[in-house]
């Protein structure tokens, strides 16, 4: 192999003006982290609702929640982050489309409506099965109890199911993270796009993508810590 | 809303889209899905092997390739296989790999992670009594993963298998970052020459939701019938 390392490239300046390549990075970092926080509230809030249509008694609700998550699961991400990029904005009347379209950093909100809108037909499945794996006598004892529906959601089942589910969730939420990497052929300059743009003006491949991979593996790491955190903190004392 | 559109571009690209694009996805999907499914297998062997270094290596083989997004492992592999094929072969410059080679190394690597979690299920979920079983016949350790656990693990798991093939389908769209003409490559294409983002890409959104719906239908009628009854 005739590959010439430097690992001092971090410290060189960065073609952009400002910073080292180092520092680019760690920007492509922050959006990666941003783009993933935020759309994982909409996916979250969102795909409860779906996963609870899903399971409420109701014939047309469930159907509404299955419709949405077969609609969101069977399209490639990359293929409706270009819907919500390039199609969108077409369709909508044409002031709005064109406001759209000139708004500041628009594939930074571009990429978190799209991964939120995926990423909720994934968590919504995992919210109806955490719902469908309590027995039975919980949702009948809630109604026993004189409980509305809602608050036999809110009260019985959503409690349970969600520390039931807190290990898929985190599983997805590792996911949303790194779907983020899909928005950089929307021009969102994530971690990704970052060390593919620092090997494309330094040449240093190998260091580049090095350092991305090794960022993503902390990100992963402190994403499993706190889950792990977060199992312990909210567990029932004296539960399973 | 729809007065503007113009439908006859997608009539106009139909053999280009399927005859180049789709053959592209589906041969890439078929090729990485075989491919991933055999290396996986043997990485979810290697991981329940209980030899410790081989134990650990697949280990952390499945863990790196699971914590990383797939475009960062495509750009990894189209710079990194130039290198391997030159190191392998000997050559003192990196070797030349078509970008098709590359995907597909790509793909088959990658999707050997989550096959292989898939197949060590599968594995697992046979009973300790059929092994023991099979050691009491005197059955050396490869018969018996041959003509006993992988049969019925493979059984087991092929609604999963087949459910992650449906996700590497939808993945190969990725090959995008490498300006690769496969389906959404091909509907990118025309769509940017022509200037028809939303018909082609709308277009595009609607084949994929066919053939996945209609798969993943297909796949939830094959796991009523191929279930093992306990």
Not at chain 1, 25 to 30: I, N, R
Not at chain 1, 90 to 100: D, K, M, R, S
Not at chain 2, 4 to 23: C, W
Not at chain 2, 118 to 128: C, D, F, L, T
């Amino acid at each position: 192999m005739n590959y010439t390392w430097n690992w001092g490239i971090f410290q060189e300046p960065s073609p952009e003006g400002v910073g080292t390549y180092a520092d680019m990075l760690l920007s492509g970092l922050s959006w990666t982290i941003a783009t993933a926080l935020a759309s994982w509230v909409i996916a979250f809030t969102l795909g409860s609702v779906i996963g609870v249509l899903r399971t409420l008694p109701s014939r047309a609700a469930n159907a509404v929640g299955t419709a949405y998550v077969e609609l969101f699961r069977n399209v490639p991400l990359l293929v409706q982050m270009f819907l919500w990029y390039f199609v969108l904005p077409e369709i909508l009347p044409a002031g709005l489309g064109t406001a759209v379209k000139q708004l500041p950093d628009a594939p930074f909100y571009t990429a978190v409506l799209c991964l939120g809108f995926f990423t909720a037909s994934r968590v919504a499945e995992q919210v109806r099965a955490g719902i469908q794996s309590l027995p039975r006598g919980q949702r009948m004892a809630g109604t026993a109890l004189g409980f509305t529906t809602a608050q036999t959601y809110r009260h019985v089942l959503l409690p349970n199911a969600y520390r039931i589910i807190l290990p898929p969730l985190t599983s997805e939420f590792l996911n949303n993270l790194k779907n983020t990497s899909v928005a950089l052929t929307i021009g969102l300059l994530e971690l990704t796009a970052r060390a593919r743009s620092m090997q494309e003006f330094s040449f240093q491949v190998f260091e580049a993508f090095t350092a991305a991979t090794l960022l993503y593996l902390v990100l992963n790491l402190v994403v499993v810590a706190g889950a792990t955190l977060l199992e312990r903190t909210v567990a029932v004392p004296g539960g399973r | 809303m729809f007065a503007h559109f113009d439908f006859s571009v997608i009539g106009a690209s139909l053999p280009y889209l399927f005859g180049q694009g789709m053959v592209f996805t589906v041969t890439l999907t078929a090729l990485a899905a075989t491919g991933g499914i055999v290396f996986g297998t043997a990485l979810a062997m290697m991981r329940l092997s209980g030899i410790p270094g081989v134990t650990h290596a697949a280990k952390v083989y499945v863990e790196l390739m699971r914590s990383l997004p797939l475009v960062l492992v495509i750009f990894w592999f189209y710079f990194l296989v130039p290198y391997i094929g030159a190191w392998a072969t000997g050559s003192a410059t990196p070797i030349q790999v078509g970008a098709f080679s590359s995907a597909l190394i790509t793909f088959t690597l990658f999707e050997a992670a989550y096959f292989a979690e898939i197949m060590r299920a599968g594995i697992q979920s046979i009973p300790k009594g059929q092994t023991a079983a099979a050691s009491a016949l005197g059955m050396s350790y490869a018969q018996t993963m041959r003509l006993v656990v992988l049969p019925q693990a493979f059984r087991n798991m092929l609604p999963l298998l087949l459910t992650q093939t449906i996700v590497l389908f939808q993945d190969t769209s990725l090959v995008y970052v490498l300006s690769l003409t496969d389906f959404l490559g091909a509907a990118s294409k025309v769509a940017q020459r022509d200037g028809r983002l939303v018909e082609m890409y709308l277009f595009a959104a609607l084949v994929y939701f066919a053939v996945c719906f209609t798969a993943s239908l297909l796949v939830r009628r094959l796991q009523t019938r191929v279930a093992i009854i306990r």
